[in-house]
């Protein structure tokens, strides 16, 4: 009877333990939360894709490592948008349907994140771009789309900012035909004629040219004091060369987007031609902790500087950012409950946090946060986009340097 | 699963289209069109436009194959005077200018914005339902029309008369018959298909913006064509599929290959394309329907 007993009691504590034993891991399976990164790994953002994936990846990681949000795991399922909206359509479909993520996070170019924000929308599941066209505000009827990178509407902003700061009176505007080449310059019009400005002169060319000589004497013809360009690295370099070596308004001075007036371009024209060029860039949060850490584990992970892809600080910020509204939105981990909280934890009357774990902690202790990205201070607004800073550098002796950063201030 | 599936399908489906009147012209007439995507653009603008502006999505398919077949009537006279090759430049050209126009008439177009929010087709017509189950209904039931309507086509007199054309146009005129009027039908018609193929696109991918349209989606056809085997109707269908299999299957690869990251696997879903089409040109040059002799 009583070897009876002890046996039973001892095998129903060996069933137990192998239950628990079971379970544990089960429950912690049960307990991920999928999220897509769709990215353009080929294809035209084929340069940045890669980047933007990894840094996902790093933010999952940093979540995880911080015991995950809400007590789950973050698994990251990554796929390519090959930068073609039909290619991403059905990524997108894949992502939603089959790995059943619950966000999907970092589309690029803006024709992806058109294409791909009905299908993410009819499925309640939130999107994260880093796309610059207007129309993604305006198609986005449900507050389920989030954009970390700043609109062309406010580059064209800082543009009159600037402008403004520097006292022209007589701009002109160049943009190459693209959706944000004319962007922003459109942006920088609207913008200036609001403050009673006029333009002398504006010119749309086309890619890929040889020469830009006929666009440029159009531009110069009109004697303005500033050319307000939207335009990329190459263009730029052939504009500037011809406009030097014609030898015309050689007092005639540039505001130019920092993804086309950088370290490139003074290489390719030399100090004499871009002295005085004015610059104009997003920045990152290079001075916020956010930025350091992010910025160490990304060049740790590819072996190259954060500075080369501005763009994988923004799909770092989606995750991060994500992982605290996760947090916040505990223990109703839906996605349109998360969705909800994205702007709770970027607060501007919060706690300033620069991390996953800090933000996490902060959060316990039952307090609002600010999450200040390492991209930007993010500031989502009403359309839910962020409202970066930008810098205004002036290139002297052949060096880009930094005068002053100009705030639009939260709309 | 089933979701993705038949995502795959519409576009599988769209390309099919595409593939069928490409058939038509190259696999029937001996036609080298390639300017394909210029068609799938005239479509789908035409369309997407229309409904836009509040027409039915009727009207707006209707218009569409009607426009591309209005497009390619003057370019289809060239190919009257203009020898096989020189037509097929003509045709690059001719593809890669309607883009051109696409993009500058942004009055109309958007120019390099696109159009989005065009309405799908479960919208257009007023449906609740899934429109990616709307989509694949209509363009499935387009297929099989232009499956019988081929097919039809080829066994009648006038089918006789352009494989005659394709096989030897002087034996053709020699006979009596006179290949430029059945060299611009067929041509208006395939691409009617594609202006068709094209309205079906806008309104399943709801926004449509120039560089949609490159000359890769043609070249897509072709290989699609060629790989199923020119010349029969069964090709243009098996050969969309295999190419969607290869495209698509790709993604599902590294799900069971967790080692090979995405980076990695978009290259090297390239190289399994063209090695695949390498192989398939060695050693089965007519297709995987074709039978030898015809071209």
Known sequence: MYRAIRTAALASLLTSVAAVAVTVPAAAADKTFSVGALNPVSGAGGTYGTGMQKAIILAAEEINAAGG???TRIAVVAEDTQTSPEAAVLAAKKLVEVNKVQVVMGTWSSGVTLAVMPITTAAGVPLMNTSGAPAISTEDKEDLVWRFQATNGRFGQAFSEIAALRGFQRPATMAYNNASGLGNTEGFEQAWTARGGRLVSKVVYEPKQASYRSELQQILAANPDVVVMGSYLPDTTIILREWFQSGENPDLKWIIPGWAANEKLVEALGPEVTAGIIAVDSISNENAPSYARF????????????????????TYDMMILWGLAMQASCPDL???AINARLRAVDDPTGEAVYGF????AALE?????????????????EYGDVTPDFSLSVITDGKIVRERVVSLGVK | ME?????VAVIALIYTLLTLGLNLQYGFTGLINFGVVGFFAIGAYTSGLTVLAGWPLPVGLLLAALAAALASWPVGLLSLRLRIEYFAIVMLGYAETIRLVVTSESWLTGGVRGIAGIPSTSAALGLQADPTLVTFAITLAAVVAVILVTRHLIASPFGRVIRAIRDDEDAVRALGKHPGRFKVTVFVLGNAVAGLA???????????????FVSLLTFYIWVAMIMGGAGRIGGAVVGTVVLMVFVEGSRFVRDVMPGVAEVEMSSIRLGVIGLALMLLMRFRPQGILGTKGNP
């Open chain 1, 69 to 71: 949000a809400c007590g």
């Open chain 1, 295 to 314: 910025g160490e584990a990304y060049a740790r992970a590819t072996g190259e500087p954060a500075g080369a892809n501005v763009y994988a600080a923004m």
């Open chain 1, 334 to 336: 839906a996605p349109r």
């Open chain 1, 357 to 360: 774990a800090e933000g996490k």
């Open chain 1, 365 to 381: 202790a039952g307090k609002t946060i600010n999450y200040e990205g390492a991209s930007s201070q993010l500031a989502l607004d």
């Open chain 2, 3 to 7: 979701a993705y599936l038949l995502a």
């Open chain 2, 198 to 212: 094209g309205a079906l696109y806008a309104h399943y991918i709801t926004y449509i913006s120039p560089d949609q």
